[in-house]
């Protein structure tokens, strides 16, 4: 992969905003170089920029260098700065593979980046042959979602290396849901492949989605640049804190997997004995894609009774389904005795 011909010229020449931290190396005792206020509020200092507190700990857990990690706030931020960093407005093109996450496209609608749709196949798998057939010198970051949202379920492993190989641009697995899936994931891929970027995230088995921390691993190159885009604080120090804090506990984060994953199979036990669901897809993820009889109508009946999924009814292949989050124990109780009571009404 020629990375040069891959950024876009502006990013390339880019002169980074320089903090007034990063300027200076060794021991230092009065920091009187960032306008900062000295009175100790516990955050009255910018955070690390580059989070290296935490890049080490994780590093650590994933198998990864820390050099070969980026922090974003939320996968979001990683998706917003990948766009922003490879795909010149009215030039290039992201490819996309629906049904999936909506962010992908929003981010490329934002910067007036084209779309190029390339369906799954009715298995809920990546279309080699069509993705590899419409791509060209212009087709600069593949977004390959697995386990895909909202479909739940992972890429065969086959073709996500298939496309590493084929695809002239940037290949982004999102593995926002891989704590809950069988398999490994990409992150053994790195080695192999330059043009990989893995996205993971705080949001969902670690029970943080309020703090906004994503992750994404890369190639040095890669992430050199992502760290050249980013605004100098986007980890906020508030965030970094409750990470460490997370990653010294992390038996916490396997309890809830287990939990969610004994969930998901009770709720996939449940509803199979719906006669108005006619289908409930498989799940590496923490929900499950349902088939109903009549989703708009089951939609509103769950808000009337204060219960909110997510209605996917008129999204490509998703046709007459509904998204469920597993939820805790109570919770997805609550939604059985509703799903027991419409059935009998
Ligand atoms: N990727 C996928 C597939 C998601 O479903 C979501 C959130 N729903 C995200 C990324 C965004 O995650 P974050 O909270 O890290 O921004």
Wanted: charged share 20%; hydrophobic share 45%; aromatic share 8%.
């Amino acid at each position: 992969m020629d990375l040069q011909q891959l950024v876009r010229p502006n990013i390339l020449a880019l002169k980074p905003y320089s903090s007034a931290r990063s300027e200076f190396t060794g021991d230092a005792e009065v920091f009187l170089d960032a306008n900062e206020n000295p009175f100790d509020t516990g955050l009255n200092l910018y955070p690390d920029p580059l989070q290296w507190k935490v890049k080490k700990k994780l590093g650590k857990l994933k198998g990864v260098a820390p050099d070969n990690i980026f922090l974003g706030n939320g996968s979001d931020e990683v998706i917003d700065l990948l766009v922003r960093i490879f795909c010149n407005p009215g030039a290039d093109r992201i490819v996309i593979l629906p049904p999936t996450y909506g962010m992908y496209r929003v981010c490329a609608d934002i910067c007036g980046v084209e779309v190029a749709e390339i369906p799954l196949t009715p298995q809920f798998q990546p279309d080699v042959a069509a993705i590899l057939a419409d791509a060209d010198e212009h087709s600069k970051l593949l977004f390959l979602c697995s386990p895909n949202n909202p479909t739940g379920n992972v890429f065969d492993p086959a073709r996500i290396e298939a496309l590493l190989q084929g695809f002239p641009g940037i290949v982004v697995v999102d593995e926002a849901y891989i704590d809950f899936a069988a398999g490994p994931g990409c992150l053994a891929l790195l080695e192999d492949y330059d043009n990989l970027v893995v996205m993971q995230t705080f949001s969902k088995a670690w029970g943080l989605a309020g703090i906004r921390l994503g992750m994404a691993f890369a190639g040095r190159a890669i992430i050199d640049l992502m760290n050249k885009v980013k605004p100098p604080y986007n980890v906020n120090q508030l965030t970094q804190e409750a990470v460490l804090h997370a990653l010294d506990n992390q038996s916490q984060q396997q309890q809830w997997v287990t939990s969610l994953l004994g969930q998901r199979v009770l709720l996939q036990q449940f509803l199979s004995g719906l006669d108005f669901v006619t289908r409930i897809y498989p799940s590496d993820a923490n929900f499950l894609l349902v088939k109903v009889k009549d989703p708009k109508g089951l939609y509103l009946y769950l808000v009337n009774q204060k219960i909110i999924v997510r209605d996917r009814s008129n999204v490509l292949l998703c046709e007459g389904c509904l998204r469920i989050t597993v939820g805790a124990p109570e919770e997805n109780e609550r939604l059985v005795q509703a799903l027991v009571a419409y059935g009998n009404g």
